[in-house]
């Protein structure tokens, strides 16, 4: 399985002034695969430390932060002698013991030879609770699930893949129906490595749903374990919302859905455990659509989408005859998996900040986007109708130099309207720029 995510560990490593590496993400989005992957694609060794459940590491930085200590206790634990020139330090579910974390302060002051890399599936929660952190000692990187360029390539696809990269329109719109096919089945299987590689060798649906509500089950078993039963309780309301969050022709999040008369107040501690697990994305409202977008975003007032396709698509039941039924799958839940999609492909491609724009009740705009100096407003037409009203309104009110609809329909230039197909929503931004 190829992940883009090596190229950007590969830079790291090149760079003479890195610092310890934390890669955060939600739960099996693959961290352990991906550390573990690269150390032995470009280092000779590796010293592979796991602090779930491991007494002898919690002793070892238990004590001083004596970095010659902790290196010969390391040695030890996995029988080969570390060597600043040749070695990868992998702290895996790093959270489990934070005199680990806080240790990273002093390899990168006084050892900063050494190459380290952490995660930890719920180390979010670790840094939002207060754990000694070394802020500005460490750099981060974000693993979401395999995005839809990845999930081609794991099925051998590695040719269209190639077209998507070069922008090759004349070709990709011979070649359209078979983009859609993928993209059809990627709804359903998502991103999740392990659901795509047991996709990829067997074609079959059925352990497809079945390894997906596994991985529901895993997260639910976290509520459970990690947070007090009061809490647990609003964590699984929010959860198990949200499909029929996304399914309003409003989609934004609202408190009522869960519980009549329920509050903000009520929920914020949920919402924030699940962002914090990296389960979930908030996407804020902007008040106004100006430069920097961010200081103008209304709190208030969000969308939340989580963090895979086709998990959502198992935790809404979607039946797999869907997947018969031509582009019925890309306007489900009157498009809310095609926003999802969008939103993931934009956090693939490194967006960070992703907002919407609404109107009073005369128009919402899906997505709205700082890139340089300008406002990209975006729309999401889950099949090839091309009709976008909040678009419309939005450009009559604002003139945007740049905007962007997505859609089944052929790439096209209109103006300032650029007509992308879904499944080159990665590269949307590329396009643009050149």
Request: net charge positive; hydrophobic share 40%.
């Amino acid at each position: 399985m190829e992940r883009n995510a090596i190229k950007q560990l590969s830079a790291w490593k090149n760079n003479p002034n890195k610092k310890p590496l934390i890669i955060r993400g939600a739960r099996q989005v693959g961290k352990t695969w991906l550390m573990i992957d690269f150390a032995k694609k470009y280092y000779k060794q590796y010293a592979y430390i796991n602090f779930d459940g491991n007494k002898r590491m919690a002793e070892l930085f238990g004590g001083d932060y004596d970095i010659k200590r902790i290196l010969e206790g390391l040695s030890i634990e996995r029988g080969l002698k570390i060597n600043a020139q040749d070695t990868l330090i992998i702290f895996d579910e790093v959270q489990e013991c934070p005199r680990a974390l806080t240790a990273l302060k002093y390899f990168y002051e006084n050892a900063p030879q050494y190459n380290i890399i952490a995660a930890g599936s719920l180390l979010g929660l670790a840094l939002h609770e207060g754990t000694s952190f070394p802020v500005g000692k460490v750099d981060f990187m974000d693993l979401y699930p395999l995005s839809f360029s990845e999930f081609l390539l794991a099925l051998g696809m590695d040719s269209f893949v190639k077209l998507l990269e070069e922008n090759n329109f004349p070709t990709i719109k011979t070649f359209k129906d078979k983009y859609a096919d993928a993209l059809r089945r990627y709804y359903y299987i998502g991103g999740m490595p392990e659901v795509v590689s047991t996709f990829a060798k067997n074609q079959d649906y059925v352990e497809v749903r079945k390894l997906q509500n596994n991985i529901l089950e895993a997260y639910a078993q976290d509520f459970s374990k990690h947070i007090n039963t009061t809490l647990v309780t609003k964590v699984r309301m929010v959860w198990n919302s949200l499909p029929g969050q996304l399914s309003k022709e409003n989609k934004k999040f609202i408190y009522g859905v869960m519980k009549s008369g329920a509050r903000a107040k009520e929920y914020e501690s949920a919402l924030t455990w699940l962002m914090d697990c990296g389960l979930i994305y908030k996407v804020n409202r902007v008040r106004k659509p100006d430069i920097p977008l961010k200081s103008y975003e209304d709190l208030a007032a969000f969308k939340i989408f989580i963090v895979d396709v086709g998990l959502l698509s198992a935790l809404s039941g979607l039946d797999a005859k869907t997947l018969l039924e031509g582009n019925k799958i890309f306007e489900e839940f009157k498009g809310a998996l095609s926003e999802q999609y969008v939103l993931q492909e934009l956090k693939a491609a490194g967006q960070k900040d992703v907002f919407y724009w609404s109107k009073e009740t005369s128009a919402e705009l899906d997505f709205l986007m700082q890139l340089e100096n300008n406002i990209v407003p975006i729309e999401v037409k889950a099949e090839t109708n091309l009709k976008a009203k909040s678009l419309k309104v939005y450009r009559e009110e604002y003139s945007p130099a740049v905007a962007v609809r997505f859609s089944m329909s052929d790439y096209k230039k209109t103006d300032s309207i650029y007509d992308i197909p879904l499944y080159m929503a990665q590269y949307a931004f590329n396009i643009i720029k050149d």
